[in-house]
């Protein structure tokens, strides 16, 4: 479902006028994955995206005449740390750190978590450091909040060995004129999933729905909108996010303003949310009926993102509905905020 923080990635290559450290990056988390069948049908999905929660119901069909068991999984985002790192998570010390949910039929469910920790470098084959981060007691989410004790109950002996091996990183800080402290930043990727096994009764209908809070993605000015935009960032938006004239022209207007307020009365910024839904379709056939639900949160919030037959329900939310939906392009929304300085 999910693999890689695969906005961050676009993010950084839009950022024009913003720096690197002023960008959080985004989360790319999708729905569940069945062991692939045939005898399972996805009747229907209604997906809700904002940037306070994704909601997500489906409507599962067994297509035989006897009881099916299968295995359903929920891959978490691969988080990767680093002194660099910025995250917007939910629970940032928790294994569940997007606060994930899930129902079965009305009635809450528990899912088993599977963590597994990587040291990963470009062109070099992933090194798996699981065990020895558990050896030494050591959380697997690679966040300060989590990891910060733990390191801190070590011996220097043991930090120096982390260090050498590329699996922490340390820094000086002084964050209460005490003095300068040692920090030590986790540079691990974490890979991780729920998962559980799920019974389809014979010919019967199983309704499934979960709830997270996404890791939004962020760049605390506008790029998208700016006159020194090139063809190529021009392009990357229009692929990613459907930009079309009318959202260009909102969004250069925003911009503007923006530039000649210089912060005195109110902030403009970018936001980006995902949804990767293309490596999902494990089930019998396409999506029967898929309806999607986007919620920008302010009126005055420009939205972007790729869809047919696309329509307005109230100030704040669009819809789009389709039969016998078979996706090919993961879904992911810009978001150009703006609101009054505090």
């Known amino acids: 479902m999910l693999r890689r923080l695969a906005l961050a990635t676009i993010a950084l290559a839009f950022m024009a006028t913003a720096r690197a450290d002023d960008s959080i990056a985004a989360l790319d988390a999708g729905g569940l994955v069945l062991t692939k069948t045939d005898k399972i049908a996805l009747v229907s999905e209604d997906l809700f995206l904002s940037t306070r929660k994704v909601k997500i119901a489906y409507r599962f069909r067994n297509l ?18 680093g002194p660099d790192t910025m995250l917007d998570i939910a629970d940032p010390a928790a294994d569940n750190f997007l606060k994930f949910t899930t129902e079965v039929d009305g009635k809450a469910v528990e899912s088993q978590v599977e963590q597994r920790a990587f040291l990963v470098s470009e062109g070099k084959p992933d090194a798996e450091v699981t065990e020895r981060l558990k050896t030494l007691h050591i959380p697997l989410v690679p966040t300060v909040e ?18 050498d091996a590329g699996i922490a990183y340390p820094d000086d800080y002084n964050a209460d004129d005490k003095g300068a402290r040692k920090a030590y930043y986790p540079l691990w990727t974490l890979r991780s999933k729920f998962w559980r096994k799920q019974v389809f009764p014979a010919g019967k209908d199983v309704i499934v729905e979960q709830e997270y809070v996404p890791g939004v993605g962020a760049i605390s000015s506008l790029v998208f909108g700016s006159l020194d935009n090139d063809a190529e960032q021009r392009k990357a938006y229009a692929d990613t996010y459907c930009t079309d004239a009318a959202f260009t022209r909102g969004a250069q207007t925003l911009y503007k303003r923006a530039l000649t307020d210089e912060g005195r009365t109110f902030r403009a910024f970018e936001q980006s949310l995902s949804y990767v839904i293309t490596s999902g379709g494990n089930w019998a056939g396409p999506i029967g009926d898929f309806r999607l639900v986007v919620d920008k949160g302010d009126p005055k919030t420009l939205v972007s993102f790729c869809g047919e037959g696309v329509r307005k329900l109230d100030p704040t939310t669009f819809e789009m509905r389709l ?9 992911h929304v810009l978001l150009l905020v703006s609101e009054p300085v505090k």
Do not use: H
């Open 323 to 331: 039969k016998n939906y078979v996706p090919t392009k993961d879904i």
């Open 64 to 81: 035989t005449n006897a009881d099916f068991e299968t295995t359903i999984a929920f891959p978490m985002p691969d988080i990767s740390g």
């Open 146 to 163: 989590a990891t910060e004790k733990a390191f801190g109950a070590l011996n220097d002996a043991q930090r120096k060995a982390l260090v």
